[in-house]
């Protein structure tokens, strides 16, 4: 999906806090919206969002010289999701269909994400799930394709699950289980990225969530937000083209996988009104739907 107007307010905002997150003073994140403005001078609306959320963190990377300023972020998301594991994971053995339950928890954990909330807020936010075990969360009505995901995890052998963030691995660990208790039979593939960018996993953070201990890890070779398949390791680009399910979590692996000619699942909610639009849903939805060319192998 490629970059809107109205996403480049969007692509300032993301600099400002990338800026304030690393510790820049003000001063310095104006030198970084002015080299930024410069490289939206010589780019188009061909440009994919993931593509400039790469180029704003390196603008700010150099100023700072610290290349995973998230590395903190990452490991609090990760470690505040495994106190909460046993409480997930009994909310969806209590569900009538537990695989569409780890699915809503999958996008839920989405939300849970400390690069764009308070740590408070997160805590207010699980615990009105824990206390009331009901997500807080709507449905597109267009764009939630359960059955046919289900019907498609059933049938898959080799199954592809490229993950987003590093708090929601936890979350991602939940569905993967449930996903082989349905299907013993599926062998699962989990992608990280090769470098750190933003607060995206890296390998070290899916193990930390458990993730070795229900799929084999995999590096994209990629350290950009979402999955640009020409910018990644020939070998995953293998293992995309011979899975038959990929799962993909989250808005940025959206914007780069859609037009891809594979058996994708995108699982995300509509974070902005550009996304939204695109989808034929509201801001806040959350979303289970295929890829525009989506394929599947027999």
Do not use: W
């Amino acid at each position: 999906m490629k970059a809107k107007v109205d996403c480049f307010p969007c692509f300032f905002r993301q600099a400002i806090e990338a800026g304030r997150l690393s510790g820049l003073t003000d001063l310095q994140i104006l030198e970084v919206i002015k080299k930024l403005s410069k490289e939206i001078q010589n780019t188009n609306l061909n440009i994919l969002p993931p593509e400039m959320g790469k180029i704003i963190h390196s603008i700010v990377n150099g100023y700072t010289g610290n290349h995973d300023p998230y590395r903190e972020i990452r490991e609090k998301s990760i470690k505040f999701a495994l106190k909460h594991y046993d409480q997930l994971k009994e909310i969806v053995e209590e569900a009538d269909d537990k695989l569409l339950k780890a699915v809503e928890l999958a996008i839920y954990g989405n939300v849970i994400d400390y690069g764009a909330k308070t740590e408070d807020e997160i805590e207010r936010e699980l615990d009105t799930l824990l206390n009331g075990k009901e997500l807080p969360l709507k449905k597109c009505k267009t764009k939630f394709d359960y059955e046919i995901f289900k019907q498609r995890v059933m049938k898959s052998e080799r199954l592809l699950y490229i993950g987003d963030n590093a708090g929601e691995t936890v979350f991602d660990r939940i569905l993967i289980e449930e996903i082989k208790n349905e299907n013993k039979r599926v062998k699962i593939f989990y992608a990280v990225k090769e470098k750190p960018i933003v607060n995206d996993a890296v390998d070290e953070d899916a193990v930390k969530s458990g993730i070795d201990n229900v799929a084999n890890i995999v590096s994209s070779g990629s350290d950009i937000q979402g999955t640009i398949l020409s910018q990644c390791k020939r070998d995953f680009v293998e293992i995309v083209k011979s899975s038959d399910l990929v799962i993909a979590k989250g808005q940025g692996n959206f914007e780069s996988l859609n037009e891809e000619p594979y058996p994708i699942f995108f699982m995300l909610m509509a974070k902005c009104k550009v996304i939204a639009n695109h989808l034929g849903c509201e801001v806040g939805d959350i979303i289970l739907c295929k890829s525009k060319k989506f394929g599947f192998k027999n």
